[in-house]
């Protein structure tokens, strides 16, 4: 990310972490807890790995942490090691609302410009967020798309008809400073991929996330990784209550429920 701590102490895209703080190879999120990365230590050191495997330069980078505000956006990169003409598009959320998918049709344009004939889409460790962020998104790779739901409350669609995404129903988190305006959103220069895609998943890998990777394997690119976390239509519903707070009612289910049972908050 521009402007963070990682990108001043020098560390690039594809770098392997093997010590953290003096303290072996961390691997996992786990592994990053248990080097207590998050008791926010006055200094991180790290060492990492960079370049071809059989030829990696070593280096140890001083990093100071401090609370980031700006916006997890997705990332195009070339990955070490990687073929010619292989890129690598990276996905980390899709909560910032009408942002990611716009920016993900920007990325593809880049990757079309650059020659990419191969993009890795990488969904790993990706919670979820905006329904319309992740159809637009996945409309950039695969065209138009469209999902349907159904429960207690009637069916729900939301669609990518390749300019414009369009909702219906409370199938999406809502708020309830939204206008009705924001349930469609048109993008001016969408994108369209026309090179080969593989999509990368782990366990980590849940709501519209999910939701993305079975877009994109539905027309037959291949999914590659862990079993996903299995929320693939989780929403949250908010409603405005006079003189309160706004209730909030979180709803999961599947694809083929035909209810979809609510939690209330």
């Keep these: 990310m521009v402007g963070s701590p990682a990108e001043k102490a020098g560390l690039q895209p594809g770098d392997r972490l093997t010590n953290l703080n003096d303290q072996g190879p961390p691997g996992t999120v786990e592994g990053l807890q248990?080097?207590?990365?998050?008791?926010?230590p006055p200094l991180l050191k790290v060492?990492?790995?960079r370049g071809p495997v059989r030829r990696a330069q070593i280096r140890t980078l001083t990093l100071e942490p401090r609370v980031l505000r700006r916006m997890h956006l997705p990332l195009l990169y070339t990955p070490p090691d990687a073929p010619v003409g292989v890129q690598v598009l990276r996905i980390p959320s899709f909560k910032e609302g009408r942002r990611v998918g716009p920016r993900v049709h920007a990325l593809v344009r880049q990757a079309q410009?650059?020659?990419t004939r191969k993009l890795i889409v990488d969904l790993r460790h990706g919670g979820g967020g905006l329904l319309q962020e992740c159809l637009m998104a996945a409309g950039a790779i695969i065209g138009p798309a469209q999902v349907n739901s159904e429960s207690r409350r009637g069916p729900s669609s939301a669609e990518w008809t390749g300019r414009r995404v369009q909702l219906q129903?409370?199938?999406i988190?809502?708020?309830?400073?939204?206008?009705?305006?924001?349930?469609?959103?048109?993008?001016?220069?969408p994108a369209r991929w026309h090179g080969e895609t593989v999509v990368l998943v782990d366990r980590g890998t849940a709501s519209?996330?999910?939701?993305?990777?079975?877009?994109?394997?539905r027309t037959g690119i291949p999914v590659l990784g862990l079993p996903t976390a299995g929320l693939l239509s989780t929403s949250v519903l908010w409603r405005e209550l006079p003189g309160a707070e706004p209730f909030r009612s979180r709803c999961t289910g599947n694809w083929t429920a035909k209810e979809n049972p609510c939690s209330t908050v």
């Design 34 to 40: 248990k080097a207590e990365i998050f008791d926010d």
């Design 47 to 49: 060492r990492v790995e």
């Design 113 to 115: 410009k650059q020659g």
């Design 169 to 171: 129903r409370d199938l």
């Design 173 to 189: 988190i809502t708020r309830p400073w939204w206008h009705a305006s924001s349930r469609s959103h048109v993008l001016a220069f």
């Design 208 to 217: 519209c996330h999910e939701t993305m990777a079975y877009l994109l394997q």
